[in-house]
């Protein structure tokens, strides 16, 4: 089989990751712009935030929820599900005793329209706290409720299955969460700019080894060419890049996939049968406070004969024969580990769907004409 | 010709665990009274804190999970979070909290690494740290502050059933002995009534349930994937199912709130090979939005869905055909109390689908030499 004949817009997307990061860091690495976004006096005041959004947008939101409390310093930051934050938290859940004007909520849409979407800003803006869109898109229905939007300008580009809007909003996430903890000094200027050029820097060192990664999410497609069940694990940051894979699991290939830690899917998941059937995704970030069990977990599904891949910046040897590891750069914080450590799963996924013949989105959308098809 | 099933040959062990809540409710509630009221004054952060975290793995952080709204009931002001084992342990920043937070660790056996591991990352950092445990001699109920020993009555708590319902009214309980500490108000005979009167309509309709579900397992025993659709709090008692799906009959089972299946799951298909559950309460403020995602489910995906509700679909506002069980809630000020017993259906559903599959639970039992390297993990980080 050649790989060319797979090729997906899975693939494209990633390839363009490193071109992206350099106008997507200076696009929202923009003091300028995150210092118009809220009246002033308002960021070094902020005590609480809930972020949130759909879909991939609410696995962006996740996994960058670590950076963002470390560099802003507001602890008492959450990313409630969209359900969970429009129709079931209270004003006292939102708030959390603080006043309307240290209260920030932020929803994540690149395209900004969804009906949820706008409620989430609606919802903020009837308990009278701050309200925020990032988005791609400053004239849809969310930037018009919205108080403020805060565009990342993402380049034109094939955004289907979504790889890119996810990368920049996790860009836009942590760069206002940096502005906040300048804003409130909880960093300095110099790291502010450090965390840009860190992020620079590891998407480029990440992408130097792009051609092994593909060439190896391929091979093992091939090999999970009949699988029609997936597992995506990860802990802390990560549990939300496997959120993201399994996203991606779901509308390449349309196959049933799940998501867990590594303590429930030893709790759980592991209990269940046919394991030999279940494609397994495993982010392993060494410098993870969870790194040991995540391993130890590794070689439970090894043990249980899981076909699984697992996705590590370790260069430790710590994994079982007979595991598929990928080995990616090696993040400068842990917290970042998730801005590029969903790629090696996406790419799976992209060309499990090619290999088996099927478009994206159940059918509807062709990869290779890049041209949806609706009923 | 047409076959006939005799439900008694396909009752197990985990059937008969979900039996066994109907005797357990009254028994337990009385007990973890007792029990909570010889450490409600232990600890001055009873009185005093704003901030309760409860913990534990597998099943028992699900139960936390869905004892938030008891919190807010009980608590105003109190801000309840429930975080897994591994994310208290590992990544959560203790350091910042106040100092009488109070973390509950719930573990039946109080034998969980990581539970244990959270208890001492929460001494160490002056916390409050509180052993929900039916273990008074475990390494948990050693280690932390206080030990709130649930003292359940002796039972088969294999796939952990009733040990799910006995964190889960051990934890309202709690709520309630502090709120009475705080405001020297009675509420613990209020809500052994309110229990009371749950568990009477509740269990009024069990018979039926369990037959519909026996019959439902043989409908759906060739379904090939399973995924149970809610929001909320019933997100937490969709979580629990999903678990006894994976431990008793062996089946994945994804657990989606209802507009992110919009947005994602709803693009799996075939849809043919799906058995979907819908957890819907007709009072809760989502209802507009699950019911078009079921309408959804079964028009554009060509799922069989399952409703759990209060209410018929009809009257949900769902536009397509869907199988219906009528599952009674409490009533609405009483909302909180709707997780003790919200989950029965779907872990009825799962024994029978066991028993159907003939699939032992567990796969068998624990293997040490499968689960050598996993479960019972020895590193601790504090």
Known sequence: MNKKDYYNTITSQIEELTELVDVQTEKCFDCEKLENLLPKGTLEDLHRVVLTGCGDSYSACGAMLQGFKLLSGIELSVVPDPME????????????????????????SASGGSERIVEILKKGNNMGVHSMLISNNPESNGAKEAKT???????????????????????????????????????????????????????????????????????????????????????????????FVEQKV????????????????????????????????????????????????????????????????????????????????????????????????????????AVNDKNFFGGKYNFRTREFKWD | MARTY????????????????????????????????????????????????????????????????????????????????????????MEVCDKDTIIVAASVSGSINRTNECILRGNKNGLTTVAMTDNADSKCAKCAKVLYHVNSPKGDNNAGNRTYFVNILSFIILMAAMAELRTGNSYLPELREQVKKYHDEFFAEFEKMDDFLFQKAFEWKDKKYFEIVADGTLFWSGRFVSAKM?????????????????????????????????????????????????????????????????????????????????????????????????????????????????????????????????????????
């Not at chain 1, 580009?157 to 790889?163: D, V």
Request: hydrophobic letters at 40%; charged letters at 25%; one cysteine or more.
């Open chain 1, 85 to 108: 934050f429009t129709r079931y938290y209270t004003e006292w859940d939102t708030k959390q005793g603080y006043p309307d004007d240290e209260v920030l909520v932020i929803a994540v």
């Open chain 1, 149 to 243: 939007v805060y565009w990342v300008e993402t380049p034109a580009g094939c955004n289907t299955p979504g790889l890119r809007s996810y990368f920049a909003s996790m860009i836009a996430i942590i760069a206002l969460g940096a502005f906040i903890g300048l804003k409130k000094g909880t960093i300095s200027e110099q790291r502010f700019m450090k965390v840009k050029q860190e992020i620079v820097d590891y998407v480029k060192n990440f992408m130097l080894d792009f051609e092994r990664m593909d060439n190896q999410a391929f091979e093992l497609a091939v090999q999970m060419k009949e699988l029609d069940r997936f597992e995506a694990v990860g802990d802390g940051p990560d549990y939300f890049s496997a959120l």
């Open chain 1, 250 to 353: 779901v509308e390449c290939p349309g196959v049933f996939c799940i998501h867990s830690n590594s303590e429930e899917w030893c709790h759980i998941s592991m209990m269940v049968r046919d394991n030999e059937h279940i494609g397994t995704v495993f982010m392993v970030t060494e410098d993870s406070p969870s790194y040991g069990r995540i391993v130890d977990t590794t070689w439970g599904a090894q043990r249980l004969g899981r076909p699984a891949l697992v996705v590590t910046d370790s260069d430790k040897e710590d994994f079982a024969e007979g595991l598929n590891v990928c080995k990616i750069a090696h993040a400068p914080e842990y917290w970042m580990a998730p801005l590029m450590n969903f790629c090696p799963g996406s790419l799976l996924a992209g060309y499990q769907s």
């Open chain 2, 6 to 93: 005799l439900k008694m040959y396909y009752s197990n062990t985990f059937r008969l665990q979900c039996l066994d809540i109907d005797p357990l409710t009254l028994d337990q509630f009385d007990r973890s009274v007792e029990s909570v009221k010889k450490i409600i004054k232990k600890d001055p952060a009873f009185l005093t804190s704003k901030h309760i975290i409860g913990t534990g793995c597998g099943d028992s952080i699900l139960a936390a999970a869905v004892c938030k709204d008891a919190c807010d009931f009980y608590l105003p002001g109190v801000h309840f979070e429930a975080v897994e084992a591994l994310e208290l342990s590992r990544f959560y920043n």
């Open chain 2, 246 to 382: 994976a431990e008793v009959p062996g089946d994945l089972c994804s657990v989606i709130d209802s507009e992110n299946f919009m947005h994602v799951n709803s693009i799996m298909y075939p849809g043919s090979q799906f058995g979907e559950m819908a957890m819907i309460c007709s009072y809760e403020e989502n209802v507009s939005r699950i019911a078009d995602t079921v309408s959804q489910q079964v028009k554009r995906c060509g799922r069989d869905v399952l409703v759990f509700s209060d209410k018929t679909p009809g009257e949900l506002g769902i536009t397509e055909k869907v199988d219906y069980l009528y599952v009674p809630v409490p009533e609405k000020e009483w909302h909180f109390l709707q997780p003790l017993y919200s989950y029965l259906p779907g872990s009825l559903f799962s024994a029978y689908r066991a028993a159907v599959l003939g699939e032992p639970f567990f796969r068998g039992g624990f293997d040490f030499e499968v689960f050598e390297h996993s479960y019972s993990s020895p590193e601790v980080i504090v």
